[in-house]
C-alpha cells in the first residue's frame, strides 16, 4: 500500500513543487509513484510533467465535487509515474469537500503505488486540510530566511489543528532548498528552526538541496533533475535526500 506524502509551505517561492517532482522523478525509477496537484492557481506540477491542460481534463475537483472516479483522472508522464492534474477550479474547493471521499478514493489506488504524493499550494485553504487529514506523513520544505521560519511557524499551527482527523500524521522532516550556511542569517535561522522542529516531533534533513541555475532548467525541460543533469551536485543532493527520507519512513 502506498505511503500517502504532502509536501507543504506556507510560502511561496521555497521550491516546494520542484522538491516533489524531482523527488517523484527518481523514484520512480525503482518504484511507483503517483504526484496528485492540488495547486489549482499555479498548476507548477502539471506543467513541470509536460500535462497540457484542456477543457476535458480531469481533476481532484471533478472527483471530490462532480463524482468523478479518481482512476479516470490519471495521466501518466513516463514509467512508474503517474499524475493527477490540476486547474484553477482546484484553488476553489467547496467547504464541504469531504476527506473521507478523498481517502475513499484514494484507497482505490492505494495499491498500484509504493508512495503518493501530493502538492498544495502554499496559501493555506481547503486542499491543504484535506491533504493532511489524508496523508501518512508530511515534508517541509523552507529556504534559510526569516520568511521562511515564520511560514513554519503557521504550518505548525495547522498540522496541531488537523491531529483530531489524522492522528497518526508524521512529520518526516524539515528540508533546506537553496541551502546556504556561510550566512549569519542562514545559521541564526537554522538554530531556530531545530528549536521549532523539536515541537514538529521531528527534525531537519541532514542533507539539504543547493542552489543552482540547473534546478530551474531542468524542470522547464519537463524532465528530473537526476536525468537531466545526473553528474551536477544537485542530482547528488536529492539521491541523498530521498536515500535519508526513505530510512524515515521505514523506522
Not at 476535458?56 to 492534474?85: R, S, Y
Not at 528549536?195 to 543552482?212: D, H, M, P, S, Y
Request: hydrophobic share 35%; glycine share 6%.
Amino acid at each position: 500500500m502506498a505511503q500517502i506524502i504532502t509536501c507543504i509551505t506556507e510560502k511561496g517561492g521555497v521550491g516546494k513543487t520542484s522538491i516533489l517532482f524531482n523527488t517523484s522523478w527518481e523514484l520512480s525509477k525503482k518504484k511507483k509513484i503517483l504526484m496528485i496537484d492540488l495547486d489549482g492557481q499555479e498548476a507548477n506540477l502539471t506543467y513541470f510533467c509536460g500535462v497540457k491542460k484542456t477543457d476535458n481534463m480531469k481533476t481532484m475537483f471533478n472527483v471530490l465535487v462532480t463524482g468523478t472516479e479518481l482512476k479516470d483522472t490519471i495521466v501518466n508522464v513516463k514509467e512508474n509515474l503517474d499524475l493527477i492534474p490540476a486547474k484553477a477550479e482546484v484553488s476553489s474547493l467547496p467547504e464541504n469537500s469531504s476527506p473521507g471521499k478523498f481517502l475513499k478514493q484514494l484507497n482505490t489506488v492505494t495499491n498500484n503505488y509504493d508512495y503518493i504524493f501530493i502538492d498544495v499550494s502554499p496559501t493555506p485553504n481547503k486542499s491543504h486540510f484535506i491533504a493532511l487529514c489524508v496523508s501518512d506523513s508530511v515534508i517541509i520544505p523552507m529556504l534559510p530566511d526569516g520568511a521562511s521560519l515564520k511560514a513554519l511557524n503557521g504550518i505548525a499551527e495547522s498540522i496541531s489543528e488537523v491531529k483530531f482527523a489524522n492522528r497518526n500524521l508524521k512529520v518526516l522532516g524539515i528540508l533546506y532548498n537553496r541551502n546556504e550556511g556561510r550566512t549569519n542569517l542562514s545559521r541564526e535561522v537554522k538554530e531556530i528552526t531545530e528549536k521549532l522542529a523539536v515541537e514538529l516531533e521531528t527534525t531537519t534533513f541532514n542533507t539539504g538541496i543547493r542552489q543552482a541555475v540547473v534546478l530551474g532548467e531542468n524542470v522547464m525541460m519537463h524532465e528530473g533533475i537526476t536525468d537531466y543533469a545526473p553528474k551536477h551536485p544537485a542530482a547528488d543532493d536529492y539521491r541523498s535526500f530521498i536515500k535519508e527520507m526513505e530510512e524515515r519512513i521505514n523506522e
